[in-house]
């Protein structure tokens, strides 16, 4: 069980790196998005709509993954099974590729630049700044590494030195849970209140672990401290922590105009921009090494 567990881990981390992504039509973010589109409309009880949206959704997908891994009955299968599944739930190369691109584009390109963020984030960009643009980048890229790579890490190493099954499944109804809180948790859909609350219930440990990872990383872990004192101000409860450390660490200023900001030093250039993608690549790496180590333990 640790090798198949550690082997599945081995397998994600080698995919990401070969093809970013799998394909759209079979992505897990996709799927699960046809299935919600239809019920993401207005509801005559909305609280209960959406709890029942929040809870059953991510049970769906993580029961499915566990009874197709739970098929499998050779090692070898299971571990390629359970790897493909944890690819397909997280994501570090298309993470720092797109976030190189916006960065790249923002000092040639400003126009170009502002419709590539929409890859990264939802804020309006056509009033921003390039370094507001990059802003926005580095952000990006420290929010989607907890959520998009170490939170399904995380939930599969824990649980997979018990059942590979499992922890496939524990990554998916990780994925799902996130993905829910993207499309649902927004203060004008009643309707997504209960998904967005879970996503900030499941996302609290995850957060806070990948703010030490790129503490690590920076081979800084001072910026803790440094963070904590303006992590509390995004309006996400979680968000902040990695925003925060990855910006003490740069010694930069990050900043949703006129929601807030996290103020360590100037906006960030072109090459403080590409230094975060650095940053959160190696901590994305350490992250799959320590996912490998934990389910073989």
Same mark, same amino acid.
């Given at each position: 069980?640790?090798v198949?567990?550690t ?12 093809f970013?992504e ?8 996709t ?11 207005s ?6 709509v959406?709890?029942?949206?929040a809870v059953?959704v *991510? $049970?769906v @997908?993580?029961? &499915? #993954?566990?009874g ?7 090692p !070898?299968? =299971? ?5 493909l ?7 570090l190369r298309?993470?720092?590729d ?14 170009a630049?502002r419709?590539?963020l929409?890859?990264?984030a939802?804020?309006d960009a056509?009033s921003l ?5 990059r802003s926005?980048?580095?952000?990006s890229l ?8 170490v939170a *399904? $890490?995380? @939930?599969?190493? &824990? #649980?997979?030195?018990?059942s590979v099954?499992g922890?496939?499944? !524990?990554? =998916?109804?990780v994925?799902?849970?996130n993905t829910l ?7 004008d859909?009643?309707h997504g209140a209960a998904?967005a609350?879970l ?5 609290w ?19 803790l ?11 996400s409860p979680?968000?902040g922590w990695?925003?925060a450390?990855?910006?003490? @660490?740069?010694?930069v200023?990050?900043?949703k105009?006129?929601?807030y ?5 100037p906006l960030?250039?072109?090459?403080d ?9 190696r901590?994305g790496?350490?992250?799959?090494a320590?996912?490998?180590v934990?389910a073989?333990f």
């Amino acid at each position: 069980m640790p090798v198949v567990a550690t082997a599945a881990v081995g397998v994600a981390a080698l995919l990401d790196r070969l093809f970013a992504e799998p394909p759209a039509r079979i992505h897990p973010v996709t799927l699960v998005g046809r299935v919600v589109a239809p019920l993401d409309r207005s509801w005559p009880a909305p609280a209960l709509v959406g709890a029942f949206v929040a809870v059953g959704v *991510p $049970l769906v @997908a993580g029961g &499915v #993954v566990f009874g197709l891994v739970r098929l499998v009955r050779l090692p !070898a299968f =299971a571990a390629l099974l359970a790897g493909l599944v944890l690819f397909s739930t997280t994501s570090l190369r298309m993470l720092t590729d797109e976030a190189r691109r916006v960065v790249s584009l923002s000092a040639t390109d400003l126009p170009a630049a502002r419709t590539a963020l929409r890859s990264l984030a939802g804020r309006d960009a056509r009033s921003l700044s390039a370094a507001e643009i990059r802003s926005a980048a580095v952000e990006s890229l420290a929010e989607n590494l907890a959520d998009g790579l170490v939170a *399904p $890490l995380a @939930a599969f190493a &824990v #649980v997979a030195p018990v059942s590979v099954a499992g922890g496939a499944a !524990a990554a =998916a109804w990780v994925k799902a849970v996130n993905t829910l809180d993207s499309m649902l948790g927004y203060p004008d859909k009643p309707h997504g209140a209960a998904s967005a609350r879970l996503d900030d219930l499941v996302m609290w440990f995850p957060a806070r672990l990948t703010a030490l990872l790129i503490a690590l990383v920076a081979g800084d872990p001072g910026v803790l401290a440094r963070a904590r004192g303006q992590a509390s101000r995004p309006p996400s409860p979680n968000s902040g922590w990695p925003m925060a450390t990855l910006a003490a @660490a740069l010694d930069v200023r990050l900043t949703k105009p006129g929601v807030y900001a996290l103020d360590f030093g100037p906006l960030p250039t072109t090459d403080d921009a590409h230094r975060a993608e650095r940053v959160v690549t190696r901590a994305g790496l350490l992250a799959f090494a320590l996912a490998g180590v934990m389910a073989w333990f």
